[in-house]
């Protein structure tokens, strides 16, 4: 995990993530039914500003990768764009960002691959 020059060794990080990951590790398997009677929990994580947000984040993103677990990031930050169209829902809004940042993605991970195959 990087973190900040400021901060090498974040206070508490390895407590927060292993809590964190708890939380997933117990629900992650469990199988949504189509009927949404089963609805995986919310992780909720907040502090204030340079509380090391993020820092918590890519730590608990490389733990959840490690575990063989695909993980998907998305942001709501001003870097997404996400604002709804006019006429649009909130909630088609929200597919909108998450089907863009999932094409982004797709895109980066041909990228590299076909760099990858052609400089083999």
Known sequence: VTTPKDCPEP???????????NIIANHIYESSSPSGSYRKPLILI??????????VLLALFDRIKSSGVNVMFISFNESSNF?????????EAFYRVIITQLVSRIQ???RKSCFRLGNS
């Open 11 to 21: 206070i508490g990080l390895d407590k927060t993530v292993d809590d964190a990951w």
């Open 46 to 55: 907040s502090r204030m500003a340079r509380g090391g947000k993020t820092t």
């Open 83 to 91: 604002m709804r169209l006019e006429g649009e829902s909130e909630e």
């Open 108 to 110: 980066w991970i041909f």
